[in-house]
Structure formats: structure tokens, C-alpha cells
């Protein structure tokens, strides 16, 4: 079956690095858009960034856009986000997700997530 797990999380400083890596298994993972979703306390599933098969394009949200990278590995069936310049209002539960912006609430499958807390 599908498996999406994510790892990486942790407390970090405002202003400081992280790098989330996300380990799938269970379908053919060069062939399928993947997503990074986020949960801040008190609110609903985000979607903050996507990368198209073969690494060709990658999408974020305004909020994120030139502070994290998403990419690939297909080789290893890995995904990651490497997130810079964090700030407190970047805590949240981090997922990994099958498809794009416009179809990952239809495809409905994500990982349990890892916390990441932006704090001084």
C-alpha cells in the first residue's frame, strides 16, 4: 500500500534552516506530482508547494516562494523541502503528498507529518 513518511522536524530559531525528507514506498514514484502540505495550530490542511514528475516545474505559495525548495529524488523515492529564513508563523505539522495543487484533496493521500516549530 501507499506509505508517505516524513521526517526532519524539530524547534529551530527564527531565522534558521531546515530540511524536512519524505520517504514513499508502495507505487511508482517517478511518475506521480508530489506536494508538501502544512497544518498550523488551529486550522486546516495547506497546500505550500509541488514538484512535477521529472523535477521539470515546481510551485509555492506566496507565503513560502523564495524561502523553501522543494525536490526530488526518484532514484531513492525521496522527497524534500528545504525550508530557509524560517518564521514563527512556519510552525506547523509538515506533509507529504500525493499530486499537485489541484488534485491532492481529490487524490486524498498524505503522510502523518512532522512538527516543526519556529521559536526563540
Known amino acids: 500500500q501507499v506509505q508517505l513518511v516524513e521526517s526532519g522536524g524539530g524547534l529551530v530559531q527564527p531565522g534558521g534552516s531546515l530540511r524536512l525528507p519524505c520517504a514513499a514506498s508502495?507505487?511508482?514514484?517517478?511518475?506521480?506530482?508530489l506536494s508538501w502540505l502544512r497544518q498550523s495550530p488551529g486550522k486546516g490542511l495547506e497546500w505550500i508547494s509541488e514538484?512535477?514528475?521529472?523535477?521539470?516545474?515546481?510551485y509555492y505559495t506566496a507565503s513560502v516562494k523564495g524561502r523553501f525548495t522543494i525536490s526530488r529524488d526518484d532514484a531513492k523515492s525521496m522527497l524534500y523541502l528545504q525550508m530557509s529564513s524560517l518564521k514563527p508563523e512556519d510552525t506547523a505539522v509538515y506533509h507529504c503528498?500525493?499530486?499537485?495543487?489541484?488534485?491532492?484533496?481529490?487524490?486524498?493521500?498524505w503522510g502523518q507529518g512532522t512538527q516543526v516549530t519556529v521559536s526563540s
Open positions: 503528498a500525493l499530486g499537485a495543487e489541484a488534485t491532492w484533496t481529490l487524490v486524498g493521500c
Open positions: 514538484i512535477l514528475t521529472g523535477s521539470a516545474s515546481t
Open positions: 508502495g507505487f511508482t514514484f517517478s511518475n506521480v506530482a
